[in-house]
């Protein structure tokens, strides 16, 4: 159902504008990891699904969009997984942990909400990294964000930044803080790269 879905949004999208995607090798080639995006509308969640095909990925998303019945398939036809931002407990890294273990793809979106300017990234991705013992690989995305910017035909880019791994040479706790510092760093640095584009 997911590849049928995201073929269909993929023809769909194309219709306002075809997505450029950069540095797409340097996606792993094997095993689980956790892309961590930039999020500013409903269609970078979109176009970051179909800029993976044939590879699914799993996204992490909160608990709220799960309780109603259409939303509730959308999220089960998109592969995402509930969390409570709220009270986030053991069992928020559970099921990515699980994923990962698979050899899964997780889609996180740090900043937790969606929005046009700069917001300190939530821990998430780095904490389901570090439990998960897989990298986090930054992107970024700038493009048509809701139906109206559809309509606009804006052009969407995509970009994917160098895999990021949990220091081996650190306590857990202060390598975490430097992968979170890190993943920061890129995920400004591809978004400017991206504007200059």
């Not at 159902?1 to 073929?7: G, I, Q, S, V």
């Not at 995402?80 to 559970?94: E, L, Q, W, Y």
């Not at 793809?105 to 990234?121: A, K, M, N, Q, Y």
Request: charged letters at 25%; a positive charge.
């Amino acid at each position: 159902m997911y590849n049928f879905a995201a073929n269909v949004v993929k023809i769909i999208l194309t219709i306002f504008g075809r997505i450029k995607v950069y540095q797409k090798e340097k996606l792993p080639d094997n095993g689980g990891y956790i892309i961590a995006c930039t999020h500013t509308g409903w269609v970078d969640i979109l176009w970051l699904g179909v800029s993976l095909l044939p590879k699914q990925i799993h996204y992490m998303a909160k608990k709220e969009l799960f309780q109603t019945k259409f939303t509730n398939w959308l999220m089960n036809v998109l592969n995402a997984f509930p969390v409570d931002r709220d009270n986030p407990g053991p069992s928020t890294i559970k099921v990515p942990r699980k994923l990962l273990k698979e050899g899964k793809i997780i889609g996180i979106f740090p900043s937790g909400t969606r929005s046009t300017e700069e917001v300190p990234l939530k821990r998430g991705a780095v904490t389901i990294a570090a439990y998960g013992k897989a990298p986090i690989i930054p992107a970024a995305y700038i493009g048509p964000n809701n139906f109206k910017d559809l309509l606009k035909f804006q052009k969407p880019k995509l970009i994917f930044g160098d895999p990021i791994y949990l220091p081996e040479d650190q306590p857990r706790r202060e390598a975490m803080d430097t992968m979170m510092e890190k993943l920061n760093v890129e995920m400004y640095n591809l978004q400017r790269q991206l504007r200059e584009k």
